[in-house]
Each structure stands twice: as structure tokens, then as C-alpha cells.
């Protein structure tokens, strides 16, 4: 069994030949913060070596702007289960309330 070398070449960033990985952010936005954010905007992603692969990804990790999109999504999805909670409560009490008017409607009429 042989083992895979991995490609060697010149990181991107420090300039040192190493072997190589390629940096793809981890993140998702909302609103503009795709067209600003400084991995996004890039045309090529570049290719790094662990060292500066870790800086960068450290460097997304601390962005504020990614820190701001992914507390705001998570009030989105807060927001999105209480009015889905309160949508179902209102159809219990919508099908309580029929139920209640056709055992009505059948007691008068018998």
C-alpha cells in the first residue's frame, strides 16, 4: 500500500513551499454581508499552508460580521418557532371551537 504524497508548492500567503491546502470559508451570511466579507469577495480562494490555513481560518472564526449574521439567524429561527408554536395553538383552539359548535349544532337538531 502507498502512501499519498500531498502536492507541494508555494503557499499563498507566506510564500514557502509547503504542502498546500485550500481555504474555503465555513460561513453563510444574511443580507449584504456576502458582497463585504473578506473571503467572499475573493475572485480565487487561495491555497495555504497549515500554519496560514489555521490564521485564516482563526481570522473567520473572530469576524465579527459572521459572529453578527449567525446571532441574528439564530433570533430569526427563535422568532420563526414561537410564531409556528402560536400558529398550532390557534388551530388546537380553531378545531376546539368547530368541534364545540357541531356537538352543539347536532344536540339542537336532535
Known amino acids: 500500500m502507498t502512501a499519498i504524497q500531498?502536492?507541494?508548492?508555494?503557499?499563498?500567503?507566506?510564500?514557502?513551499?509547503?504542502p498546500l491546502f485550500l481555504f474555503e470559508p465555513d460561513h453563510g451570511h444574511?443580507?449584504?454581508?456576502?458582497?463585504?466579507c473578506r473571503w467572499c469577495t475573493r475572485e480565487?480562494?487561495?491555497?495555504?499552508?497549515v500554519r496560514c490555513w489555521g490564521a485564516e481560518?482563526?481570522?473567520e472564526e473572530?469576524?465579527?460580521?459572521?459572529?453578527?449574521?449567525?446571532?441574528t439567524m439564530e433570533q430569526i429561527?427563535?422568532?420563526?418557532?414561537?410564531?409556528?408554536?402560536?400558529?398550532?395553538a390557534r388551530r388546537e383552539a380553531d378545531k376546539a371551537a368547530c368541534e364545540g359548535i357541531a356537538a352543539a349544532t347536532e344536540e339542537a337538531t336532535a
Do not use: S
Not at 6 to 18: F, M, N, Y
Not at 44 to 49: I, S
Open 57 to 59: 481560518k482563526e481570522l
Open 77 to 88: 429561527c427563535a422568532a420563526n418557532d414561537r410564531y409556528a408554536a402560536r400558529r398550532e
Open 30 to 36: 444574511l443580507g449584504a454581508g456576502m458582497f463585504t
Open 44 to 49: 480565487k480562494q487561495p491555497l495555504l499552508c
Open 62 to 71: 473572530n469576524d465579527p460580521g459572521i459572529n453578527q449574521d449567525a446571532e
Open 6 to 18: 500531498p502536492v507541494e508548492a508555494r503557499c499563498d500567503h507566506c510564500k514557502q513551499t509547503r
